[in-house]
């Protein structure tokens, strides 16, 4: 009963004329023939794809789920069909290195394609997204010859990746791990241990799994720092490349879930499972980390997915259910009733969804420019300022992307009143699958004392400088223009209020080590705030300069912005007093009496 | 796998220290009897019920759900054994009259009932719910005749009450109902139509269920002027009690729904069914709301109740989950890791769902109380004073427990990471559970615009002068306390700005026909937090007076009480902002542009 269209307009309007895509991506070497056309072709594409193929999947596979019978995962049906069209799409080495097969497209459209696969089908998202994190740790972290085995057939398609991390025991505390690999002597290991919640760790859709998975060499020193990598495949694979024996990887069981019931989370067994080192021993948490960062962004894609998909559903029923009359008048005096969209507090909830999702979606493009920027420029200094910009926006976009995701799909439910309750709308469904992205990849706690602890603190403070410089150049250069006085001003506070509470909490958390901990999740909000306002001054000097071509969509992203910097923006002065308050009234209260 | 275990020390805080039920009670006629004893005796057995018999089918229930098969619904296992145990202690009849066979307690006993079977069970709740304000209803509107025969058994549980609003055509705006009573000539109505989301609607539980209808007389005005209220059996009742043949009535269908699954709700076809009309011709809302009043104190009840369940099964879980270390250094060195307990994020989650769960239950016993008042108080202004209190909380304490029992329960979830997730924790069934709560009896929104709309309208703004009196009363006994200045201080701060911005609304609503609608929502959440702070300012005042006693009990009701000023109030903050916006953001785009 959910109905799904790629929003190309608004990706084609923050690419190529909020960001200049074209002139920055076909700058950058190996980027050359990626013109403004190539990028349109390719989401256009992927829109059908979306459209067509995976979204008319995503209400039969939530009520199927998975199976799990005999040892066998099976994904819902249509699944695998769907999958095949995927694959042989090329959408799995859509940013892959040309070398294995890839068609080594930019970062930045990577994006798009992942929020139109999660908004089309959130679970069907996560076989071919966990081999995207697979494949950027093998090819930065690998040996020749695991690389010649195993990333051509990940970027075709035909074999997936699964990333083991998690342990009963172990989620967010990785230094706890358990799972052991004992060397074979022969440059192979012996991989033993139990691994939970590992999405798409088997299926049915491909004849083999790559499994990547944290463990312990028998010398290794305690905590995290003891702790490495290794490939371990489902299946063996022959030197001719076909598939051999299986090896001692099985599934235990799958999770019952709250949602993505289509997508198979997975208990994994290693049971002296035959493994591959991956990069150097006892650094397997930096090896796992260059596949987390792509990870994480992803998850913000696909909060922003739901948030989307659940706007475009809320706006259809506002404008189809009558029921009651506009304040001001009757809209339709020749109907029994006005459609709801009349409501101001319909409104409300159907533009903080807009606001926000158009203001984290040019925030999540702007963040994975800055990464192709990071990995291709030629100029040292400019690559390290580009990747200081997404090391500073990953934890932002994926813990705003999934903590409004959750607000704004339990929003949209709300405008369909009971009908948002029951399952054959599917708005239930947004909320449920939506909900494990402020889970996985790390919480978002994590996301924020990553932000707070780690990127706040790295270089003395260079990344928050650098934001900080490339914020007040927009400042500098705007502040003049009374026609953008309403967006600029709003901005210009929430970016002095920001400044002003991150030199409070580096001062204070000399003194109080509980600090961070007490304030990091409202000061990643208040951050995201101030981003998606960012976002919203240059997307609305972007729609003004277009104010004569008497095109609505210019008049649209004016009134939303609007929206934003007066009922979403002023959030930001209760995050002030909240974080203002320390850590005293969270730590006052002895464990005993809680 | 989850637990419960009543908060029976904190219930006798509020009853007996804060409020002196006792001497409130005992003074009302027919309550001479309601010792503090009675009461606590009372919430002695109901907590082992909801302990014992309760909670252990709370999760098999969600996960066998209702079945609905040749006409009939079946309740999950264990349901009809439990609910004779509840009919049979006498607890559906807890506050009917002693006439009908009833026990005559008090309304603010029933909400300490409302809130441990909730907690235990919400869908089970359900069943005996419904039926409260079924009686209700027919105790105030029906004939004598009706009231000998349907209150009796539905006092004793023997038979259930439901009620049938909704239509697919409409929810929020009841005008629109088509559902048709003609008369038969003898008394009685042919009522046809057909009904949805009927809680209770139907069940193996009990032989009769008598539901409640609103429907239209031939001659009836248009729009919700011309609704009339029927009483329609599903099974005939012979003259000497026994049941007779099957009435016109019968269940369509049952919803699939995202949560309380262990609730029938039900599809309700009536086909020329017969029924006896209720109250005046006509006037069938005003007494469906009689009822409507109660159920929606029994939703904010049931909000409540799913947030203390979490907050019990996360401090446990806390207590209990072993992963990294504390910021402020190990408290367990001997052990691998230290509970999360220790991080000052998780105290921050525990804190905040404890903080408002405590306001909420101190708030909506009050509102109980003044419902007693209202009904039974011997002085006519005494009277009109407390039903004009009940009358504006209401709103507050259905939207308010809801609404934060949705974002408590979702806190909750987060404080286990993954397990969060997997529906064996328990967690995620509380989030799906409790979110019907922000939708029936009226949505949220509704809620709100009733408390802007009618309660601010009512008597020339009495309602609000009134709490503003009441309130003043507390700030001006307790200003000159130094040791509450800390809770004083900010409960004073927020009434101020709550009167402010009730002021700034009533005089733009004047110009600004929209604006009630863009605001309702922030405004109902802006004097639900000032009335949570009010309650914290009575609750440290009476936990102050025994300071000196050595119980940690109280010393941690001060702890708490500074968490809600310090880290919940702050919110009032920006809702004060974002009403101020008014309603242009909302109202500026024009629906095609959405």
Same mark, same amino acid.
């Given at each position: 009963?959910?109905? /799904? ?105 990577? /994006? ?28 930065? @972290? ?73 463990? !312990? ?83 913000g894609?696909?909060g ?6 659940? /706007? ?30 009349? @409501?101001?507090?319909? !409104? ?8 926000v999702?158009?203001a984290q979606?040019?925030l999540?493009?702007?963040? @994975? ?5 990071? @990995? ?17 926006l990953?934890p932002i976009a994926k813990a705003g992307g999934s903590g409004f995701g959750s607000e704004i ?29 402020e889970? /996985?990849?790390?919480t978002n706690t994590?996301q924020s004392l990553d932000l707070i ?41 929430a970016?002095?209020k920001l400044?002003?509470c991150t030199? &409070?909490i ?12 007490a304030v990091s999740n409202d000061y990643l909000r208040m951050f995201a705030l101030t981003c998606m306002a960012?976002? &919203? ?31 979403v923006l002023p959030q930001i002065a209760s995050l002030d007093g909240m974080i ?15």
């Amino acid at each position: 009963m959910t109905t /799904y269209t790629a929003p190309l307009r608004d990706m084609r309007f923050v690419l190529h004329e909020v960001f200049a895509a074209e002139k920055t991506l076909t700058a950058l070497p190996g980027f050359e023939d990626v013109t403004a056309d190539v990028m349109d072709a390719v989401l256009e594409e992927c829109a059908k794809l979306c459209q067509n193929v995976l979204h008319p999947l995503n209400q039969s596979g939530d009520q199927e789920g998975c199976t799990f019978k005999d040892g066998q995962v099976t994904a819902p049906k249509g699944f695998k069909d769907a999958y095949k069209q995927y694959s042989e799409g090329g959408w799995c080495g859509l940013t892959a290195n040309p070398d294995f097969g890839g068609q080594g497209l930019p970062e930045a459209l990577d /994006y798009f394609v992942a929020e139109m696969v999660g908004s089309a089908n959130l679970s069907f998202g996560l076989y071919p997204g966990l081999s995207q994190g697979t494949m950027l740790a093998i090819a930065a @972290h690998a040996t020749d010859d695991l690389k010649k085995v195993y990333m051509p057939k990940l970027v075709s398609g035909e074999w997936q990746g699964a990333m083991n991390l998690t342990e009963p025991h172990c989620g967010s505390d990785l230094g706890l791990l358990r799972t052991k690999a004992a060397p074979n002597g022969d440059g192979t290991y012996n991989v033993s241990g139990t691994k939970i919640f590992i999405s798409a760790g088997d299926s049915d859709l491909v004849d083999n799994v790559v499994h990547l998975v944290l463990a !312990r060499l028998p010398d290794a020193p305690e905590g995290s720092r003891g702790i490495s990598l290794f490939l371990v495949p489902k299946m063996f694979v022959n030197a001719d490349g076909s598939l051999g024996a299986r090896n001692a990887v099985s599934v235990g069981s799958i999770e019952h879930k709250m949602g993505i019931k289509g997508s198979a989370t997975c208990v994994m067994n290693f049971d002296g499972a035959k493994g591959w080192l991956v990069g150097q021993p006892h650094k397997g948490l930096a090896c796992m980390f260059t596949m987390m960062n792509k990870e994480r962004m992803f998850v913000g894609a696909q909060g922003i997915s739901q948030s989307e998909l659940a /706007y475009q559903n809320a706006v259809t029923y506002a404008k189809d259910r009558m029921q009651g009359r506009a304040a001001d008048g009757a809209k339709y005096p020749n109907k029994s009733a006005d459609p709801i969209i009349v @409501h101001a507090d319909i !409104r409300n909830k159907l533009l903080y969804a807009r606001s926000v999702v158009e203001a984290q979606r040019a925030l999540t493009l702007y963040a @994975h420019m800055q990464v192709d920027i990071s @990995h291709r420029h030629p100029d040292a200094a400019t690559r390290e300022r580009a990747d200081d910009m997404a090391g500073l926006l990953t934890p932002i976009a994926k813990a705003g992307g999934s903590g409004f995701g959750s607000e704004i799909t339990n929003l949209c439910l709300q405008v369909f009143g009971g009908h948002g309750y029951v399952r054959e709308w599917g708005m239930e469904q947004m909320v449920r699958d939506v909900r494990i992205t402020e889970i /996985y990849e790390g919480t978002n706690t994590i996301q924020s004392l990553d932000l707070i602890g780690r990127k706040l603190g790295l270089g003395g403070g260079r990344l928050v400088k650098g934001f900080m410089a490339e914020t007040d150049a927009v400042v500098s250069r705007l502040q003049g223009r009374n026609d953008l006085a309403e967006f600029v001003g709003p901005f210009k506070d929430a970016r002095a209020k920001l400044a002003a509470c991150t030199q &409070w909490i580096v001062e204070q958390s000399q003194k109080d080590p509980n600090l961070r901990s007490a304030v990091s999740n409202d000061y990643l909000r208040m951050f995201a705030l101030t981003c998606m306002a960012w976002m &919203w001054v240059l997307m609305v000097e972007s729609a003004t300069a277009k104010k004569d071509s008497g095109d609505s969509f210019y008049d649209a992203k004016l009134h939303v912005g609007r929206f934003f910097m007066t009922k979403v923006l002023p959030q930001i002065a209760s995050l002030d007093g909240m974080i203002r308050a320390g850590s005293a009234p969270a730590m006052n209260l002895p464990e005993a009496l809680f």
